[in-house]
């Protein structure tokens, strides 16, 4: 049995603490999510020492260790299943609760982790729209676990040592491939990567098999361990390469507090084993697996501002509690019946049974009822309860997905089309990210005479020749073809650039490169940059969903419905990218105006008196996610590009036919 450490439950409770407050939105913990690596550690550490001891005494038993897993987690876990089902059943829209299905039935498997690395991309919009998506570190330390334990007791059957080896090198391999991915501008996909985080739980695992003990200098490594443990959420910021290099201080951190100790009377010790610290420990699980459920509910329902977080958060604290003392304990330590293997394995089984089957049939059959068929407005808004933008096939055609718009997911090559000029048609290139694909719509509506090349991928910006802002194949081809096929020719009458212009590619000199090059070659009066625009905190067509109903299909107002949504929603950029849009949009404006180059600001085109236009006076949604446009939203943003004055001359000065406003 290994001897309980009150100083490990003191630093579970340091670490859900920033976890909590950055997750609620609070801006000085920009790094909170790092308090996640820390659990990694702590868990690594102590599974690690149980099954060596285990092994070591000829006592291992792979069904004991399963069903110690089981008991710790499942109990409550499966309350949040059941939790998160019922209120996406009761409030959330149709096609969120297919999601949230599918989230269950993932988590379940313990592959939350795969499923929103496959899930979450850069039309992601809101991580509030992804009510389990904090199940994802669950489930790495289980897959974790479903190969440790059998890896390790095979190594020991030949000797300690290789053991020791065995795991050292796949916490190795582990961390280059986080260094790898972390390091690369492939965006985020070594977040959620189980390889990219096993070293985590392998360093602590390392500690404890190695049985590290550090005797002397005891204080001031644990004071120095603490501090860099209680530095790093403030410190580190969204856009740090993570997990690789920005989490290395607080995991190295948490290993040398865990393996430094004495005999508990050190300062830090009795800090870390305060009651109230130690109690926090001990309900750290029910606070993650409730938090986040709590919070994604609360902002669905518009009980998630400035005045409203600290009673979600006290709310969250409450259930917790509750959840901890009449469900996690009960199940875990109660009478020997309840806690027999067939009892347990009986009652888990007839709950996932559970929600297996009859969340899977509703979908199916929303699934198989999904439409955008509508005849007015409301109906067309309504239409996002049942199915997404992108699912209904609206992507596709507006953003021309697939053939001049590329995504990880799909063919990395463009359709011929989308670069090969037209004889007896104006041309016009539009050329940049998915900001520039979310254009695709209104400018081919306000230039039916035109024969509009598109070049675009996600995160895909063009700046200078053979410089990649992502490592997508997809994003080579289109570097190729526009500075190989595209800007040589002399045959395009109007290019257009969008794009979600970064502080990286004005750093580097890259998107001047660019503006260079256009005024170089005698493009530059026949060129519009269209620049980056604010992002949102959650998604827009569910707010719009939510909001209309509660108004009348007959009676509502775009107005009232402009002003609900800016109720709710609010801009997100500077928390999820540390970078100042409005400062940005300034800078490659004056580099746009130095090169003869007309600029147009997308921030100031999105702009109301209500703060945000979300909903067009003909009571048209303008986004579906938390930042890109539909198709009506793309026509009304390019009319008010063309409405621009400086825009007009450039227009007039092109070839481009016919321009409808």
């Given at each position: ?14 670490s ?8 609620a939105?609070?801006?000085f913990v ?15 550490y102590?599974?690690?020492?149980m ?17 110690r897993?089981?008991?710790r ?6 309350c949040v ?6 209120f ?9 609760f297919?999601?949230a299905?599918q989230q ?7 592959a939350?982790?795969?499923y929103?690395?496959v899930?979450i991309?850069y ?6 729209d992804f ?9 790495i330390e289980e ?15 030949i000797s300690q040592?290789?053991?020791r ?13 986080s260094?790898?991915?972390?390091l690369s ?7 959620y990567?189980s ?11 390392c500690?404890?098999l ?8 005891v204080?001031p490594i ?8 209680l ?18 201080p607080?995991?190295?951190a948490?290993?040398l507090?865990?393996v ?12 870390l084993?305060?009651p ?28 998630f ?11 969250t ?8 003392h ?7 330590y109660s009478?020997p019946?309840?806690?027999?293997h ?8 007839a709950a996932?049974?559970l ?13 198989h ?7 007015t ?16 096939g609206?992507l ?14 799909t ?5 011929e089309?989308?670069y090969?000029?037209s004889?007896d ?13 979310h254009?695709s ?11 509009v090349?598109?070049l675009s991928?996600s ?8 410089v990649l802002t ?9 570097n ?5 096929n595209?800007l040589?020719?002399?045959e395009?009458?109007l290019y257009?650039?969008s ?7 004005l750093?580097?000199g890259g ?16 060129t ?5 625009q604010v ?9 719009a969903v939510?909001n ?8 509502w107002?775009?107005?009232e419905l ?25 800078t490659?404006?004056?580099?746009a ?21 979300f ?8 986004y579906w ?10 026509r009304?943003?390019?009319s ?9 001359e450039v227009?007039?000065r092109?070839?481009?036919?016919k321009?409808?406003?």
């Amino acid at each position: 049995m290994i001897r309980y450490r009150s100083d490990i439950d003191g630093l579970r409770a340091l670490s859900i603490a920033p976890v909590l407050l950055f997750h609620a939105g609070y801006s000085f913990v920009s790094g909170g999510f790092v308090g996640v690596d820390t659990f990694f550690v702590i868990s690594g550490y102590l599974i690690t020492s149980m099954i060596s001891r285990e092994i070591a005494e000829g006592q291992f038993s792979f069904g004991r260790f399963y069903m110690r897993r089981a008991r710790r987690l499942l109990p409550a876990l499966i309350c949040v299943y059941a939790a998160v089902l019922a209120f996406s059943w009761l409030y959330d829209t149709q096609y969120n609760f297919q999601s949230a299905v599918q989230q269950v039935f993932a988590s379940i498997f313990y592959a939350s982790n795969i499923y929103y690395l496959v899930h979450i991309d850069y039309f992601a919009g809101d991580s509030f729209d992804f009510i389990l998506l904090h199940t994802w570190s669950l489930s790495i330390e289980e897959q974790f676990y479903l190969i440790f334990p059998a890896a390790i007791w095979l190594a020991y059957k030949i000797s300690q040592g290789q053991a020791r080896s065995l795991l050292v090198l796949a916490t190795l391999a582990s961390l280059a491939f986080s260094a790898y991915l972390s390091l690369s501008t492939s965006n985020g996909g070594e977040y959620y990567h189980s390889f990219s985080r096993f070293w985590e739980l392998g360093i602590g695992g390392c500690a404890a098999l190695f049985q590290v003990r550090i005797t002397k200098g005891v204080t001031p490594i644990r004071l120095a361990s603490v501090l860099v443990i209680l530095a790093a959420p403030f410190l580190i910021q969204p856009h740090f390469p993570f997990p690789f290099p920005a989490a290395v201080p607080s995991v190295l951190a948490t290993v040398l507090l865990i393996v430094t100790r004495d005999d508990g009377t050190d300062l830090v010790t009795r800090g870390l084993s305060w009651p109230v610290l130690v109690y926090v420990g001990k309900i750290s699980y029910s606070l993650y697996i409730w938090h986040w459920v709590v919070f994604v509910a609360a902002r669905k329902m518009g009980y998630f501002d400035g005045y409203t977080i600290p009673l979600v958060i006290l709310l969250t604290v409450v259930i917790s509690v509750l959840s901890y003392h009449l469900v996690e304990q009960p199940l875990r330590y109660s009478q020997p019946g309840l806690r027999s293997h067939k009892a347990m394995l009986s009652y888990f089984a007839a709950a996932m049974s559970l929600f297996i089957a009859l969340p899977l049939g509703q979908a199916w059959t929303a699934e198989h009822s999904a439409s955008l068929d509508y005849t007015t407005s409301y109906e067309k808004i309504m239409a996002f309860d049942r199915v997404g933008f992108r699912e209904s096939g609206e992507l596709d055609l507006a953003y021309r997905g697939g053939d001049c718009f590329l995504e990880p997911n799909t063919p990395q090559t463009f359709a011929e089309d989308c670069y090969t000029l037209s004889d007896d048609r104006p041309n016009i290139a539009l050329i940049g990210d998915s900001n520039a694909a979310h254009l695709s719509a209104g400018v081919r509506f306000s230039f039916p005479d035109a024969h509009v090349l598109q070049l675009s991928g996600s995160n895909c910006i063009i700046t200078a020749p053979g410089v990649l802002t992502r490592d997508m194949d997809g994003c080579r081809e289109e570097n190729r073809l526009f500075f190989e096929n595209i800007l040589p020719s002399n045959e395009i009458d109007l290019y257009i650039f969008s794009a979600r212009w970064s502080r990286s590619v004005l750093r580097n000199g890259g998107f001047e490169q660019l503006l260079m090059s256009l005024e170089e070659r005698g493009l530059a009066d026949k060129t519009i940059i269209v620049g980056r625009q604010v992002y949102f905190s959650q998604a827009v067509a569910n707010q719009a969903v939510y909001n209309l109903r509660t108004m009348s299909p007959d009676a509502w107002e775009p107005e009232e419905l402009n002003r609900a949504l800016n109720d709710v929603i609010s801009p997100a950029e500077e928390l999820h990218t540390g970078e100042d849009v409005y400062a940005m949009d300034e800078t490659i404006a004056r580099l746009a105006l130095k090169h003869g180059i007309v600029y147009v600001s997308a921030l100031k085109l999105q702009r109301h008196p209500d703060g945000i236009e979300f909903v067009s006076p003909e009571g048209e949604l303008l986004y579906w996610d938390a930042g890109h446009l539909t198709t009506a939203g793309a026509r009304r943003r390019v009319s008010q590009i063309i409405s621009q004055k400086n825009v007009s001359e450039v227009l007039g000065r092109a070839d481009v036919g016919k321009v409808r406003y």
